[in-house]
């Protein structure tokens, strides 16, 4: 398990982060299609997250309404984890009540939502505490200064934001200069081999602001997991046989899956592990978050670490998944030719 910084921070996360939207569900609804692992479950995931060198669990207040992050807490605490031997992130924004100010990035909400949920962590500080989610309502100035009061209250450490646009982090990034504010250290986005396309804009304002990159559905909600490899398979007991998020180019998935299967064997590996490899070898990655239901779930993602992929492997995955040419992209690179030569 290698380590990397969380952006221009001093703080060293695993390049694997255990999910936890499978802790809880407990119905049928929205949550239930997700997970409804109990506290043992729970419990054998994370001693099995920690005993392989990860050090990063992420969580959030809306996962299972609360439950998850009450029985991430639980499981930290019945194992006996020392508090800096585990680096907790949790979110904001999602309602978690009836009134409309029980939601969204406002002071109001943010001050509620961090009390609300060291309790359910039974923690008195998180390391990484991120935004949800774009507010359209509450202005991007009055997120920043409550975070900001979070950070030097010391019940927050570091501050990071999720599903932003890449403008909407830069202007954040320079609102935080201008004020003074703390800055923002990570964004958590959707990135899989089967859906690139934060590599236009997010990737390098990322790479260039110094923020760092957590990736949710890295698998691209179970279509690489192992249980779609053919494009006339069913579903089968898989996620997105009932819950079809996010949004995927199947066929771009499937070319994916084709080109994957072979590099899988020639690894002795699965296509799941193949997939979940090329995303470590991006240089914009800091950390991938890996959720399961049960702990050889986990294992298969975490041998991960271990799959060195070559250039021509690396080559042959990118011809069938590349994005196109976009402008202003292709612009970009034509009018830089002359500089760069």
Known sequence: MRYNRLGRTGLLVSELCLGTMTFGGGDEGFWGQIGRLEQDAVDALVRTALDAGMNFIDTADVYSVGRSEEMTGQALRNLGVRRDEVVVATKVLGPTGPGPNATGASRYHILAGIEASLKRLQLDHVDLYQIHGFDPVTPIEETLAALDILVRQG?????GVSNWAAWQIAKALGISERLGLARFASLQAYYTVAGRDLEREIVPMLES?????????????????????????????????????PPVDRERGYAAIDVMRPIAHAHGA??????????????????????????????????????????????????????????????????????AS
């Open 209 to 245: 602001e110094g923020v760092g990159l957590m990736v949710w559905s890295p698998l691209a909600g179970g279509l690489l997991s192992g249980k779609y490899d053919r494009r006339d398979e069913a579903a089968g007991d898989g996620r997105r046989a009932t819950f079809d998020f």
């Open 270 to 339: 699965s296509v799941a592990r193949i997939a979940l490899a090329w995303l470590l070898h991006q240089k914009a990655v800091t950390s991938v978050i890996v959720g399961a239901k049960k702990v050889d779930q986990l294992t298969d993602n975490i041998a991960a670490t271990g799959v060195t992929l070559s250039a021509a492997e690396l080559a042959a995955i990118d011809a069938v998944t590349k994005l196109a040419p976009e402008y202003p992209g292709w612009m970009l690179a034509r009018q830089g030719e002359y500089r």
């Open 155 to 159: 019940r927050v450490r570091y501050i």
